[in-house]
């Protein structure tokens, strides 16, 4: 039987995944700059990517890390998407703050 | 044996004649563009060649097949060989006719020939959509009338709607939006109600599949079969409290949950029909609809309602059908008062013969509710007799539209003098409205009130006096628009038109064929109809009595 | 040919008229239309003297060589069979309608070991649908399949079809041989294949003939072909022709149908018919509105007697299982099939029926304002033959109505008093029309006395010799109509011509042309404007006197010896004891008086006196195609009625119309009544002198000259009486403030506050409040990203949280 602490993922990586977690929910929530907004989702995708080779080292499978790199590829992608809609959106709106963007109000 | 394929002819007639409305749809794509009489002239076409195809079925279907007695003599089946597996959950594809569907896939055919030949000139805009969306709704119509799946007859329920819907929103009047809102809305609202109803009746039954056969076998018991296990009486759960709360008995329990989906069935079908206080959308669609679509409307998708109840609601729940039909034809002998009296009162031509047809298709269900052999086949009758002489009517208010832009009635005055053949077409016509003996009205009514009589002598005598009364609203718009001095607009009428004439002959010989000599249609009705009747009444008596299974004889096998 | 086969060409020949006039009648031309239809008319009157001549049905004493129409299927009461001279000749078109046939047929229930005979016990009938008896016979018929003692439970017992004897073929079970199995298998299925009338719902197009249509059939086509004649002269000037002959046309075809119908529901067919083509011929004229509303109304009233007729349709079915005669009357004559309860039923919705097609109250609105058609439309449908439908059905189905006496008695006193109420009309009203329409009602009404009192007979002989007597009078009248157009014309052209005669002198006191219609009513149907007509048109004249003394029941005209009848019945019953048939004698009797004096009254004022304008004045006879048929029916007017002709009439009606002696006493319309009341003889001088009297009255009244008594002023001393008759009691009034107006406004509330006010108003209700439910919802969405995000980061929190409690 495998003692309990040795599956258990050390704290400290996942303390600091959780700050940058909140750090980056909260740039999403508070900022209104666009560009801060994407900025601070790939901070949340990053603390998730944090969170899954601290417990896939913890548990000794490779499987966590493996998928950081699909984590890695799908964030560089809507990255580039991202940016490509903050492109567009400025040159139609001149803006670039997300409560410009509010047509879908009901 | 379930199938009689002595008259198979060797090649899928049944879904050829299904399917090829829509692949003549699909080969308008291929047309040249902005050739609208081409387009007409090919939709007409390809209609007319279904029209042939639904006549072969028609010509071809035996009516003296020993088997009647035992299921509705279904023929023609394709695959022949059993139903194709089609989507997971039991959901299958066999299409087949009985001797109902048979002359109301003829009588779909025919109509959209008419109303096909009818719009050429008719109709201006977006000629190539047009005919594309009424050759798609005559798929839809004709597998309702074909469907041996109940998933499959749900799929083209819903087929057969949207096309009308867009024919209404897009080449309506005024008001068109609004109409094609409502009908949507309304006629989708119940099918939802209908969606449940069918998935409840396979699920708790615990049917193989969601054909007609399985659905028969598991809750309706099968003459011979013995009874069938039918809905099982939840135990635990909600449905246990509810039937706690009522306090009710086991067989009343069960009985209760039969007429629960028959309800939602009967609620679906009743919009369709329309029946009573579910018929307000009707005089809207029918108003702002155009002249083809007016003409369907009224000739075939309101029999899908009272179809459904036939094929469907009450074979598949015999007694519930047995235990509600008193309200629903109570609610039928109110639309039959209602929607002529209602009519009595209308300024717009259409107006008043959609109403009447609310009136007319009360008098459908009354025959069918009879659930009796001569009601049965009276209704059914006059489930065609309304298409004709309706779509009749409907095609010639739409010439009349066509020349004069409007169809209020106190426009119009003194049109025999200006417009004597379209004159006497229009009175022939009425004469069958109204139930003239010697046309079609009259066969259909008389068995529809003897049955229903029958029955139960109030519901005859009550439907005889409101059917009587429709004369009154339809002599009252024969006397405007016809007799009296002929009004300013009545005067530069052009009378019919040889194209016209060809569009109204075929109703106008049908009209008094059925009306004199009704066997060709007659036949096939009442043999299926009897049938399904017969084994309702053995269902709800064998669930009753169980032991009494050997008062009838039945046919060995040679 | 056989009368059978020679029986349907009597309508057929006006249906092919009809079909001929419709497709090429405007390429024929008017006068071309009106020789078509008159020459099919005549040959269907020609058929039918054929089968007059050829049946013998109408020769008395002659006995038929075979019973038609009954056979060993339908229980027939011995008292039914007591008449032998019952005749009836069937000949079925087509079979009309048929639900769910059936056929008992003999079979056998358990296996029978071959060689031995099979036990009573196990041979049984059952009832087996069509479509199984077609498949087993096609089945030994095409494969020559053998059912072995197993198979054959359950099989018809047909092996008339079977090889039978050594050669047939064994594979191990023995084959059940014809002989063994079912000695009365003949019985079962005649050789054709199925017995010739399945059981369940079946309706033939059939038709039959025996006496009472025969008399029908010769007085419709007769009197029709006379009336076609006629109409060739006086539609000459319309316009209109060709669908004027083709409604005529198809009226007689459907007045044959009904009355040749072999069942309720082919009588049906003709009597909705005839209402329809009397729909058309009312507004035949119809660029008039007020023609084309008679025509409605003539429908729309009829049609509701329809409704009864048709319920009364349905319990009949009910009842005997079959709507046709040869089933129904044999079956109703039996009281153990017919009980008291359902025959009264029957009868009495079969009353409101007649009463609809024949103008008797509270139906009777409809025939004075069908007036408002050509008068030979009037004189054909509105006096000869339509409105005599409903004497003819309650003729035909009299046994039913035998067992109804209370039915009866209803029957008797609506003819009775509609008869005396529609006399008292006629006494004063202008309209030359309307006289005759009134005094259609009542003629109509003494034939309803006549049925009621069980003497169907005298019933349908009055119906035969009004329909001489009335088509006489209107076609008369018609005449007259057109003589005094021709007058006003002929006055509009030479209104300064040379005067010679003195009455001519007279005459320039006219102004040339029409006078002004009075009270509505067209000048030259206007008594008022008329007299002296005899002497200008002296052909139509004399008929017309012939006419109105028929009808007054002068001796020995026709209309005396029918009215004296009807009468003479009437008192018989009276002398049974029932005060009842006291009054209603009385009230024949004053009738006959009234109707005396407005004849009277009528011949006065049109034929004789002073011209009263330039119409009346030069006023020419009509042309000789119209006044050829007024001699014709003037001449059976006077001979119509001998005793000669109706002796042996009655006998030869009697096979069809003799109440079955069982039910005699509920009825006692025979014979023997006449010996209980006054005899013959006084009740005949009676009735003279009752007719004459109100001649009598009608000259010391209206005679040329200072009148002994003074209309005018006994107008004014009966003010209100006086009104009320002239305003025909005021009935149409009330129909239209108590049934019409409240029914248009109960449609227009039915319409605007229910269907738009109440079920549209639900429906578009529940449209708003799934569109009210968006907008409440509607809310959430702010369109600003923050939100949607902080929604997500809660839900995530909740989600987190409801996790960690369940660890």
Partial sequence: MIPLAAVLPPAQPLMLAALLFTIGAAGVLLRRNIIIVLMSVELMLNAVNITLVAVSRAMLQLDGQVFVFFSLTIAAAEVAVGLALVVALHRSLGSSDVDDVSSLRG | ?558 | MSIETLLPWVPALPLIGFVTLVFFGRRLGGRWSGIVATVAMGAAFAVAAWLALGSALLRPGWSPPRVMGIDEKHVVPADYLDHPQEAVYHSTLWTWMTVAPQYDLTVVTRPVRAGEPVPADAVTTIRLPQARITHDLELFATSHRMFTPEQAIGRIARLDLLPIGPDAPLNGDRLLAETTLLPDAERAIPAAGLPERPLGYVVDVALQLDALSLLMILIVTGVGFLIHLYSIGYMAHDADRPRYFAYLNLFAFSMLTLVLGANFLVLFVGWELVGACSYLLIGFWHKDPANASAGRKAFIVNRIGDVAFLIAMMLIFTTFGSLAFADVLPQAADPLVLSGGVATLIAALLLVGATGKSAQIPLYVWLPDAMAGPTPVSALIHAATMVTAGIYMMARAHVIFDHAPSVLVAVAVVGAVTAFGAALIALVQSDIKRVLAYSTVSQLGYMFLGVGAGAYASGVFHLMTHAFFKALLFLGAGSLMHAMEHGFHHGKGSGHGAASSSEDHDDDAFPPGPPPALDGIPPEQDLRHMGGLLRKAPVTGWTFVVGGLALAGVFPLAGFWSKDEILHHVIGRAGEGGAIWLALFALGLVTAGLTAFYTGRLLLLALFGAPRSSGAAHAADSPRTMTAPLVVLAALSIVGGLPWLSGPLAEALDPVLRVAGHVATNVAGSAHAAESGPSALTLALIASAVALGGLALAWAMYRPGTPLVDPARLATAMGGAYRTLRGKFYVDELYAWGLVRPFTRIADFLWHRVDDGVVDAAVNAVGRGAVALGQGSRRWQTGYVRTYGLGIVIGAAALAAWLLWLV
């Fill in chain 2, 1 to 558: 044996m379930l199938f009689n394929t002595s008259n198979a002819l060797g090649f899928p007639v049944l879904s050829l004649t299904l399917f090829l409305p829509l692949v003549g749809a699909l080969g308008l794509l291929l047309l040249p563009r902005r050739h609208d009489a081409l387009y007409v002239a090919w939709g007409t076409f390809v209609a007319g060649t279904t029209t042939v195809l639904a006549g072969i079925l028609w010509l071809g279907y035996e009516v003296d097949w020993p088997f009647t007695t035992t299921l509705a003599n279904f023929q023609f089946a394709d695959p022949a060989r059993g139903p194709l597996p089609w989507l997971p959950g039991g959901v299958t594809y066999q299409v087949a006719v009985d001797g109902i569907a048979v002359v109301l896939v003829f009588l779909t055919a025919l109509l959209t020939t008419l109303a096909l030949a009818f719009s050429l000139g008719s109709v201006r805009t977006r000629v190539r959509e047009y005919v594309a969306l009424l050759l798609v709704m005559e798929t839809g119509v004709i597998g309702v009338f074909v469907a041996m799946d109940l998933f499959l007859f749900y799929v083209f329920w819903e087929a057969a709607l949207i096309p009308m819907m867009l024919l209404i929103g897009i080449w309506g009047g005024k008001e068109r939006l609004y109409a094609a809102y409502k009908f949507v809305v309304y006629t989708i609202a119940g099918s939802a109600l209908m969606l449940v109803a069918i998935v409840a009746a396979k699920e708790l039954s615990h049917a193989a599949s969601f054909h007609y056969f399985d659905l028969m076998h598991a809750l309706a018991p099968l003459p011979g079969v013995g009874s069938a296990p039918g809905i099982p009486v939840p135990t635990s759960g909600a449905g246990a409290s509810i039937i706690a709360l009522f306090g009710l008995d086991l067989p009343h329990a069960a009985l209760a949950i039969r007429i629960a989906i028959f309800l939602a069935f009967a609620l679906a079908f009743a919009v369709k029909v329309p029946m009573f206080p579910f018929h307000t959308w009707l005089p809207d669609a029918h108003v702002q609809a155009p002249t083809a679509g007016s003409v369907l409307l009224a000739g075939v998708l309101l029999k899908m309602g009272t179809f459904g109840f036939i094929r469907w609601a009450m074979p598949l729940f015999p007694d519930a059908a047995m235990t509600v039909a008193p309200w629903l034809v109570a609610l039928a002998l109110v639309g039959i008062w209602y929607g002529a009296w209602v009519a009595f009162a209308q300024t717009d031509m259409k107006s008043l013969v959609a109403y009447s047809s609310v009136s007319h298709m009360g008098l459908v269900m009354i025959g069918i509710l009879a659930i009796q052999p001569v009601g049965m086949a009276g209704g059914a009758l006059q489930m065609i007799n309304h298409g004709l002489s309706t779509g009749a009517l409907f095609l010639l208010v739409g010439m009349l539209y066509d020349r004069a832009h409007t169809r209020d009635i106190a426009a119009f005055g003194g049109l025999w003098s200006s417009m004597p053949r379209f004159s006497a077409v229009f009175l022939v016509v009425t004469f069958s409205s109204i139930g003239l003996p010697g046309t079609n009205g009259f066969v259909g009514e008389w068995l529809s009130l003897l049955g229903a009589f029958q029955t139960r002598p109030l519901w005859g005598i009550l439907a005889a006096f409101g059917v009587v009364f429709g004369a009154a609203y339809m002599l009252r718009l024969v006397q405007r628009v016809f007799f009296g001095p002929p009004s300013e607009l009545s005067r530069s009428m052009p009378d019919l038109t040889g194209r016209e004439m060809v569009v109204l002959a075929p109703l106008v010989i049908l009209i008094f064929w059925i009306g004199l000599y009704p066997r060709p249609f007659l036949a096939p009705i009442e043999a299926s109809g009897t049938s399904i009747v017969e084994t309702m009444r053995q269902g709800v008596a064998e669930a009753v009595a169980p032991a009494d299974v050997g008062a009838r004889i039945h046919p060995p096998t040679p």
